[in-house]
């Protein structure tokens, strides 16, 4: 699955989550995986596992009540600050 933002939407995406990680929507998580160069990996029903190539980390998230628990935010915010909101 390919997700398409303009460059503003996707910053704002990104900027969003790394500001309040205690509340991330499951679906804007998925967004912000890809757009840091994670691929979809797998998952059933409300979970998603994503890999980035030379990523030795996954992201795995579980869909609770529309948002991810917080560790799973703080994982996600790591590869924020890592990869900087660019997919190489």
């Not at 460059?7 to 804007?28: C, S, W, Y």
């Not at 979970?47 to 990523?55: I, L, Q």
């Amino acid at each position: 699955m390919r997700y398409h933002f303009r460059m503003n939407t996707a910053t704002k995406l990104l900027e969003a989550i790394h500001r309040n990680p205690k509340q991330v929507r499951f679906g804007d998580a998925c967004k912000a995986a890809a757009l840091l160069g994670f691929v979809k990996q797998g998952g059933r029903g409300s979970h998603r596992a994503f890999a980035r190539p030379g990523e030795p980390a996954l992201l795995n998230f579980q869909n609770r009540d529309g948002f991810i628990p917080p560790y799973q935010a703080r994982q996600l915010v790591e590869m924020i600050r890592k990869y900087g909101g660019t997919a190489e």
